[in-house]
């Protein structure tokens, strides 16, 4: 059984609750409804289940008044075995985004808190507009991702005080004994070609076999590309599905800048731009936008036209790339142009599942380029990702000016610094 940090923030959340619903917002097949269960059935002495997916009658629910006490008599009718008991009980909400009535109704619910409820979608973004009143300041929201490499590492048998142990080297900024640096490089390349969706970890920690997680991996991909054909508007179906499958493209090339003519030739944004953004909604890509000038705070110096796209789990990119190049980054002997673009998204990947913000810089000159910027306590901390162990002139030049007070520079080597940049391996970025 997979463990997953966000059972720690439902039991936070039940713990210190006040007259709000939780709302859990994460693409499909991310594991939301496995550990909301769990959740459920661990937590609570009565626990109701309602997938407005599986069982679409149950829409019934919420038609009419969306008083609580209405609801609730409509849920005992349906659930003639199942106690209510204030205080006591779960009732879970399931693809919550087929029935825009029960969002609506969660302010009620909530107003009323006679019971906890928990909400969970995937999809909530793209039917935004049929929702008659979100319920703000009643609903308390939290992302999940697929597993992060630090869940990843639980997953594969690394305990948590082994983590912490690795930690050490990074709190001292210490050189890591070769022996563990060689070993975590090691499950940092098996974290790229598998990923975090709980259906492949799960296949590989059952089969070991890369070529069963390939077939894994494949089959979420093209349940992806079924959802865009099922959710999508009859106009942004072949464009949405288009720009999705361009991802890796994008990737592979020297600038990793998101180009609509690599969708299609002589592509504009005026066509396509509506169709990432439907990705963006669907939580299938994440948008990493270019700043004019790297300072804090970043956000008031986004580039809107200029952006990198990258997918919501580095598992699925690499598998988009095919089979075979899964064998050449676990052996380390990959050397093709779209190695670049993997290792970046492999750390945009760690920092997205951090609910980290990412922004990049990219001077108009292409005189300078540092692949993400965080906002730090008022200053911009600029991270520079080598899929080998280059030069870093690009950050170099960054830290030279004094506002800025720190630079990461993540490499496949060990732990160094010189001045404010601070070098570290790759698999770090877990502590960033």
């Known amino acids: 059984m997979l463990h997953r940090r966000i059972l720690q923030d439902l039991i936070n959340w039940k713990t210190n609750k006040k007259n709000e619903c939780l709302l859990v917002k994460g693409a499909r097949q991310i594991g939301k409804t496995f550990i909301i269960d769990k959740f459920g059935r661990e937590f609570y002495k009565n626990y109701i289940y309602i997938n407005f997916l599986e069982n679409p009658n149950l829409k019934a629910i919420f038609d009419g008044s969306l008083e609580a006490d209405e609801i609730y008599k409509k849920i005992s009718l349906n659930f003639l075995n199942m106690e209510l008991t204030a205080g006591e009980t779960l009732i879970f909400l399931d693809e919550i985004q087929d029935c825009p009535n029960a969002r609506t109704a969660l302010k009620f619910l909530a107003l009323d808190n006679k019971y906890d409820i928990i909400a969970s979608g995937s999809l909530l ?49 210490e050189k890591v004994p070769e022996s563990m640096q060689l070993q975590m490089m090691k499950y940092f390349r098996e974290y790229a070609v598998i990923g975090g969706m709980p259906a492949v970890v799960n296949r590989y920690l059952e089969t070991n076999n890369f070529s069963d997680v390939q077939k894994e991996q494949e089959k979420i991909i093209n349940s992806f590309i079924d959802d865009i054909s099922k959710y999508a508007s009859m106009t942004e179906k072949p464009k949405a599905r288009n720009c999705f499958l361009s991802v890796p493209r994008q990737l592979a090339k020297e600038h990793k800048k998101f180009q609509f003519s690599v969708v299609e030739k002589n592509a504009t944004a005026r066509k396509y731009a509506n169709s990432l953004e439907w990705l963006r909604d669907a939580n299938l890509i994440r948008f990493c936008f270019n700043v004019s000038t790297p300072s804090f705070p970043l956000a008031a110096y986004e580039r809107e036209d200029q952006y990198k796209i ?34 970046e998204s492999l750390i945009a990947d760690i920092l997205i599942k951090k609910n980290i913000k990412l922004n990049y810089y990219k001077a108009d000159n292409n005189s300078q380029e540092i692949e993400f910027l965080l906002n730090g306590k008022g200053t911009v901390i600029p991270i520079e990702v080598k899929a080998g162990t280059g030069p870093s002139i690009s950050l170099d030049k960054m830290l030279s000016n004094p506002d800025k007070k720190v630079g990461y520079k993540l490499i496949s080597g060990n732990v160094g610094q010189t001045g404010k940049k601070v070098t570290l391996p790759l698999y770090m970025a877990m502590f960033l």
Do not use: C
């Open 125 to 173: 973004g793209i039917n935004y507009g049929e929702i008659s009143s979100v319920p703000v300041g009643y609903e308390a929201q939290i992302e999940m991702h697929s597993l992060d490499f630090e869940e990843f590492l639980w997953a594969i048998g690394l305990g948590e005080q082994a983590i912490a142990y690795v930690k050490e080297y990074f709190d001292r900024l």
């Open 310 to 343: 990258y997918l919501n789990d580095i598992g699925l990119l690499v598998a988009m790339y095919g089979f075979e190049i899964k064998k050449e980054i676990i052996e380390n002997t990959f050397k093709g142009p779209a190695k670049g673009g993997i290792y």
